[in-house]
């Protein structure tokens, strides 16, 4: 996959969900809030990793501390706002 959009609507995702989408490109949440989390695996990151994350400009800082809470932070290769 080259980009994934995730609408604002999305408000919650069981593991391994996300998981699936690493390596896209581009991966786009559209939510000013990120969704919840379920189904979390110690041995399988939950969030999309090894990407570049673009989340709403005024939630930056939210996506950045729920990425740090996932112990995902560091595999993001670059964070975007629009």
Known sequence: MKNVVFPASLRSVVAPGF???SGAEKVYFKGTTPPDVS?????????????SVY?????????????KKYDCYSCVWEWHTF
């Not at 695996?41 to 999309?48: D, G």
């Not at 989340?55 to 990425?67: A, F, G, M, R």
Request: charged residues 25%; hydrophobic residues 40%.
């Open 39 to 51: 189904g979390v695996r110690p041995e399988m990151a939950p969030l999309p990793i090894f990407t």
């Open 55 to 67: 989340v709403p400009k005024e939630s930056l800082s939210v996506y950045k501390k729920w990425y």
């Open 19 to 21: 998981s699936e989408l």
